[in-house]
């Protein structure tokens, strides 16, 4: 498609990894504005607060206090969304009324023992602690007989359901493959049956060939705004070896790691000036105790916020009923992130 045409003429994008399609209109992006916009926050957060749950030998909802830990914290979640001895049961009318019991693990990560700082402002040498963390707690899922995948999320702000500002994450360990990992695993499976290499492989190597929704890279990982994006700023992080997951990386690539996701959420942070809200989650290989080498380790960052810090986008109406849809073009998203800072705008980095 002519780069001329493409920032003028509605068109769909089809993304390989779920086979779903996204909707682009970028002659949209001109239109006035007089929709929902959310106060800005300008709130100051202390190193450490005592009343925070999270914090260092504070005490936790259930009367559990926390070590006063030095770096990462893990503990079971207090109040988890699965547990690990749920009652098998099962109901199935006709194939339209079914439930099944699902079991899991859910986990809590505190990132830092400062309660101040987000992956932003931490230093690459904190952050390589979190990714070791990460792996560590991969290994130790995965060796639970039953847990056939491991989900390692961030919901950073309000705006994304995160309850405490603490920088933490959480780990969600299940007994089935949720939807969304499903999905990719068939599109590995069935692009590797068909062209006999990896799909995220071959993607990656045209996205370096012509760099225009390249945010950063180092040597192990690339971020891009992916030709198929439906957030604004959506980005994808890449490893640029085929590695299925965060134990099969080496302690260079888990320092890349590190360095990647301090860069590009500081490249968000610093985009409107403020705490920038996402969801972001490594997509691993499932942890069935089966080969996957159709699989490619990466992360996804999903970022509400359109125009400004207040300005965010919605999922309504066409796009709940019919295809999601985007008004700016990824290619103008990774431009403006390539241009914009890595030194945080709050000066902590």
């Known amino acids: 498609m002519d780069p001329s045409q493409r920032e003028l003429v509605p068109h769909r994008r089809f993304n390989p990894l779920t ?68 009652p098998v049961i099962e109901a199935n009318e006709g194939g339209l009324i079914v439930a099944k019991s699902e079991r899991g693990v859910c986990r809590v990560v505190c990132f830092s023992p400062r309660h101040d700082l987000a992956i932003g402002q931490m230093s690459a040498e904190a952050i390589r602690e979190v990714v070791d963390c990460w792996a560590s707690q991969t290994s130790e899922l995965a060796a639970i007989p039953w847990i056939n995948h491991i989900q390692i999320f961030e919901n950073r702000g309000p705006l994304m359901g995160a309850s405490n500002p603490h920088p933490h994450g959480q780990i969600w360990a299940t007994e089935t ?27 990656l190597d045209l996205e370096l060939k012509r760099p225009e929704r390249v945010v950063c890279e180092n040597n192990s990982f690339a971020v891009v705004v992916p030709y198929w994006a439906v957030w604004p700023f959506e980005t994808l992080v890449l490893s640029k070896r085929h590695v299925q ?55 996804h960052y999903y970022p509400p916020l359109l125009r400004s810090a207040t300005v965010q986008k919605f999922m309504v109406g066409f796009e709940l009923l019919g295809t999601p849809q985007r008004d700016l073009t990824a290619e103008s998203a990774a431009e403006r992130l390539r241009e914009t800072s890595e030194k945080h705008h709050s000066g902590r980095d």
């Not at 969304?180 to 068939?186: F, R, S, T």
């Not at 888990?254 to 942070?269: E, K, N, Q, S």
């Open 177 to 203: 493959l949720p939807t969304q990992p499903a999905k990719e695993l068939a599109s590995f499976t069935q692009y590797k049956t068909e062209n006999r290499s990896c799909l995220l492989c071959d993607y």
């Open 245 to 299: 997951d965060l134990r099969g990386l080496s302690g260079c690539e888990r320092t890349d790691l590190a360095d990647i996701l301090r860069r590009v959420v500081c490249r968000y942070d610093n985009l409107f000036e403020t705490a920038f809200p996402y969801s972001m989650g490594f997509h691993q290989q499932p942890s069935d105790k089966k080969p996957h080498d159709e699989w490619h380790l990466h992360a």
């Open 19 to 86: 086979r779903e399609w996204v909707l682009v209109s970028p002659h949209r992006a001109q239109r006035p504005w007089l929709g929902k916009i959310e106060e800005r926050s300008t709130a100051e957060q202390a190193a450490y607060d005592p009343t925070c749950y999270l914090c260092p030998a504070n005490e936790r909802a259930r009367g559990v206090r926390n070590p006063k830990y030095p770096s990462t914290f893990v503990f079971d979640n207090d109040f988890p969304a699965l547990l690990p001895d749920s």
